[in-house]
């Protein structure tokens, strides 16, 4: 925080990553730093910025946005909690009904926040609005205890992050201003009277904010991972690879090439989607302020398929890096396991993936549809209905292949719509039917992501001018990605026609050369990530290769090699071997 006021970076706009890498296994202030600056930053008005957001920069106001309850985690609409206006006192009385309305997991609710972004049913006038935004005070601001009608706890060991503190939060009947309801896009008036907003998912902004910061995160740990991986499988020279010759670099086995290289390619996958889905939030965030929420959709559907897929691809990704460093991956002092457990949660949090991926789906089905009947359709989603031959591209070119991945998109699109129809006609009920494709509209989004991602890639890679040399293992890199991903879903293009079994067996030929291709340039791709060996805090992957000594060093620092007979020996172990038992 200190060297973020020195270099007078506002707290919003503050690089997660650096505050991220003072605490590998989660970090208590995360939330503030992110979800509730920017939550100040998009839902409060101008006043109740003046009013806040200094505090907040000095870091006298502490908070974390606390919206998931114990009940209800994706199904915002369902949310528990109330926000009831009492017009005689121009106060709000928020209430915990029920144990399943007690907020649960907030980053940073536990002990370190004193107040937080509280998401709540609105009702004025007798009628609810649904869920909205509120300023809360949690804790007295000088002695930290918290206030009267708040009841506040910590839930307890997680699998990882567990040096933040996320928590719990009750209310009773406890009253805040009017003026605490943040009023950007909607209001409550001083009669009691609501405005409503210009589009009624705006309260909903802090979400899709955090979705793409969540995406260019995945893409620094698994930037992280293939770092520490890639440099200790230079070092470890393991078994014979020609019988009586010395033991090889175990990066020469084509195996552990297959491991490690698809997932530096996805580093650049994941940073190039995240570039492109920022400039799009960039732009939508300035419509928004000029009255104009049109791309509002378009960047909500985006931002799910982006941050379900880097999270789960760095997830897989870092499992991957773990496994391929043998059994010194499963030791902390690797930073494999830390890492992994800071990075599957981002699968569950800010959206559930499989949610998010239906969200995708639903507007695929919504826009083939409006495609078919020649309504207009957003530039994202337009090739669905445009006519599905393969253009002129060379066979098996880059750009044949996301030809191939954008007709099988459409085709899985066109096939899962036609099942949807089906069951629409046996069930007669739309949810229903919805639920019984959900399967294959779940494949649709990841296809349909996993196009953009592609396309992403090629066209930052084709645009780099700077140096031939580095465009050159760029384009060989996403080459690697580009067949990698068909490999994996060849199902896919065998099913729409795109590719034949000839044209897959040719591409898998092409990814082992490149493999070997690429062999060379793992080392000097993974070094140019930059990361300071502080930063990746890892036995394995340090800069200078010392592994072992690195290793035999930290074992020195084990509590239990503070004495040469542990006390566990006398008090257990002796009167075992005593006992004969
Ligand atoms: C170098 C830089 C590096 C920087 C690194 C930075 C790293 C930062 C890392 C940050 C880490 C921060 C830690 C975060 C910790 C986790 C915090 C949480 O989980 S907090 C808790 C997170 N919790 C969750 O994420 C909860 C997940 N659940 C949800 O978000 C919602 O319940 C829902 C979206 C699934 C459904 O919502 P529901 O209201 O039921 O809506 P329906 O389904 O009925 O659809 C109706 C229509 O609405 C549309 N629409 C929907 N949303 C939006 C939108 N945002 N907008 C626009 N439209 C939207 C939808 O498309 C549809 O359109 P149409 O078809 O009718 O045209
Ligand atoms: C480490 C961590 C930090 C968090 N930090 C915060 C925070 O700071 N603030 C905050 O408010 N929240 C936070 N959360 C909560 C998080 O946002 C929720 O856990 C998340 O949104 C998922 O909701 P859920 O837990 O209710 O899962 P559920 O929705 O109950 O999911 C369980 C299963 O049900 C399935 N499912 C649910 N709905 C559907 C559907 N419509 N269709 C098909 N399948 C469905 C899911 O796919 C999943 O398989 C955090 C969670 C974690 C793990």
């Known amino acids: 925080m200190r060297k973020l006021a020195e270099h007078n970076i506002p707290l919003r706009e503050a690089s997660i990553t650096q505050v991220h890498s003072v605490l590998r296994d989660g970090n208590p202030l995360i939330v503030h730093t992110s979800m509730f600056a920017n939550a100040l930053a998009s839902l409060a008005n101008p006043k109740q910025q ?111 992050i567990n040096s933040q503190d996320n928590g719990y939060l009750r209310f009773d009947h406890y009253r805040i201003p009017r003026t605490n309801m943040l009023m950007r896009h909607s209001q409550v008036l001083e009669d009691g009277s609501y405005v409503k907003p210009i589009h009624n998912k705006l309260s909903y902004g802090t979400m899709v904010w955090t979705r793409v910061a969540i995406v260019h995160s995945c893409s620094k740990k698994l930037a992280c991972a293939v770092t520490i991986a890639t440099r200790y499988s230079a070092v470890r ?62 960047l909500h559907i985006l931002s799910c398929a982006m941050k379900a897929l880097s999270s789960q691809d760095s997830t897989q990704g870092i499992e991957t890096c773990r496994l391929a460093c043998g059994g010194h991956g499963y030791i ?26 239906l969200q995708v789906a639903r507007y695929l089905i919504k826009s083939y549809r409006a495609g078919l009947e020649g309504l207009p359709v957003l530039p994202s989603v337009m090739y669905l209905t445009a006519p599905s031959a393969m253009h002129q591209s060379p066979p098996l070119s880059n750009q044949a292949l996301i030809e191939a991945f954008r007709i099988s998109s459409a085709n899985l699109v066109k096939e899962t ?71 994996l879903n060849q199902g896919h293009f065998l099913r729409s026609g795109t590719l034949s079994g000839v044209d897959l067996s040719t591409l898998e030929e092409e990814m ?70």
């Not at 396991?337 to 569950?348: A, F, K, N, R, V």
């Not at 991602?453 to 465009?471: G, H, N, P, Q, Y």
């Open 237 to 298: 020279h393991q078994s014979e690879l020609v019988p009586g010759k010395p033991e090889p670099q175990i990066l020469e086995y084509q195996t552990q090439q297959y491991k490690l290289l698809p997932h530096i390619a996805s580093v650049f996958a994941i940073l190039f989607s995240a570039s492109s889905v920022l400039r799009m939030q960039r732009n939508v965030a300035a419509s928004i302020s000029k009255g104009n929420v049109e791309l509002l959709p378009e």
């Open 417 to 487: 719509e036609s099942r949807l129809c089906r069951q629409f006609n046996l069930e007669q009920n739309f949810h229903y039917a919805w639920n019984r494709c959900s399967v294959a509209l779940v494949h649709c989004a990841e296809l349909h992501s996993r196009y953009y991602m592609c396309e992403k890639f090629l066209s930052t890679v084709e645009s780099i001018r700077a140096s031939d040399r580095v465009r050159s293992v760029l384009q060989d890199l996403c080459r690697l990605y580009l067949i990698h991903h068909i490999t």
């Open 332 to 357: 902390a002092s690797s930073g494999l396991p830390s890492l992994y457990t800071s990075t599957t949660c981002t699968i569950t949090y800010e959206g559930e993936n499989t949610v998010l991926l």
């Open 512 to 581: 082992y050369e490149l493999l070997a291709k690429l062999r060379p340039q793992a080392v000097p791709l993974v070094d140019a990530f930059d990361f300071r060996d502080e930063l990746l805090g890892s036995t394995l992957g340090a800069w200078d290769g010392r592994v072992y000594e690195r290793l035999y060093e930290e074992a020195q620092k084990s509590p239990l090699n503070k004495t040469d007979v542990s006390k566990a020996y006398h008090k257990y172990l002796q009167p075992l071997m005593k006992s004969n038992l």
């Open 50 to 160: 003046q009013q806040w957001v200094p505090l907040a920069e000095k870091n006298r106001i502490i908070g974390t946005y606390a919206q998931t309850e114990i009940g209800h985690g994706t199904f915002v609409r369902g949310l528990e909690t109330t926000a009831i206006f009492d017009p005689e006192t121009k106060e709000f009385v928020l209430h915990s009904p029920t144990i399943t309305s007690t907020k649960w997991w907030p980053g940073g609710l536990g002990k370190t926040a004193n107040a937080a972004i509280v998401m709540a049913q609105l009702y004025t006038q007798g009628k609810c609005y649904g869920p909205h935004p509120f300023f809360v005070q949690l804790r007295d601001f000088d002695t930290h205890h918290s206030l009267p009608g708040v009841i506040l706890g910590e839930i307890g060991p997680r699998l990882g």
